[in-house]
């Protein structure tokens, strides 16, 4: 089955300490994007990647960090996780960029 | 910057009727326009994607129609049921140079299609 894979699907945890959500996709896509989704403030895009070794910023990419060494995983890093980063983070993926995306069921981030 | 506005915020009809939402972005140098439909606690599903270079797209009851030069979309839903009842969201996707690939999103119309 095709998917767009996230984990954790829900994490509590606290200021500072580092974490990584892992997106992981079956569907051999040169596309990822992570987004995080606010009340009031709507789906913004963190980061996203053409294909292998491309990543760019979208457009709130500030305290964030993403790799793209393999095709088919694209994790979220927090290095100092910050309560401002308290969200429901999204992972999509597309053939290309001028595809439809499939998106993961999301990850609820709570930094206290 | 782009920026993508939706109206209306909210909607709510009875069963059967035929309604519109609509989408507006204010750079109109985009990609494609994308329509996408949220269900609550879930992630978005793909309905539709319309590239710059086309007008409209169909698929079932749906039809989404794009006017660059206005910086408009609309979706169209015709004969809705309460199944329809969901978050709808447009996103406009960057064109060319270092922007390729990025996707800004409107705010989304919450639709109630009530029996």
């Known amino acids: 089955e095709a998917q767009v894979t996230q984990n954790p699907r829900y994490l509590i945890t606290v200021t500072g300490k580092k974490l990584t959500v892992t997106c992981s996709q079956n569907?051999?896509?040169?596309?990822m994007s992570w987004y995080r989704q606010d009340p009031g403030l709507g789906l913004r895009q963190i980061y996203y990647s053409m294909n292998v070794e491309v990543t760019d910023k979208g457009d709130v990419p500030e305290g964030y960090k993403v790799s793209r060494k393999e095709k088919r995983n694209f994790p979220l890093i927090l290095e100092s996780p910050s309560p401002n980063q308290t969200s429901l983070y999204f992972c999509?993926?597309?053939?290309?960029?001028?595809?439809?995306?499939?998106f993961g069921d999301g990850t609820r981030l709570s930094i206290l | 910057k782009q920026e993508v506005t939706q109206i209306p915020a909210a909607l709510s009809v009875p069963e059967g009727e035929n309604l519109v939402l609509n989408c507006s972005f204010t750079?109109?140098?985009?990609?494609?326009l994308q329509w996408f439909r949220q269900d609550p606690g879930k992630g978005l599903t793909s309905l539709l994607l319309?590239?710059?270079?086309?007008r409209e797209q169909t698929s079932g009851r749906l039809n989404a129609s794009l006017d660059k030069s206005s910086g408009r979309s609309t979706l169209y839903i015709a004969a809705s049921q309460p199944g329809d009842s969901a978050t709808y969201l447009c996103?406009?996707?960057?064109?060319?140079?270092?922007?390729?690939?990025?996707?800004?999103f409107g705010q989304g119309t919450i639709l109630t299609v009530h029996p």
């Open positions: 569907m051999n896509h040169e596309y």
């Open positions: 319309i590239q710059s270079s086309q």
């Open positions: 750079d109109s140098a985009i990609y494609n």
């Open positions: 999509a993926s597309s053939a290309t960029g001028n595809q439809p995306q499939h």
């Open positions: 996103a406009a996707s960057s064109g060319g140079g270092t922007s390729y690939g990025k996707l800004t």
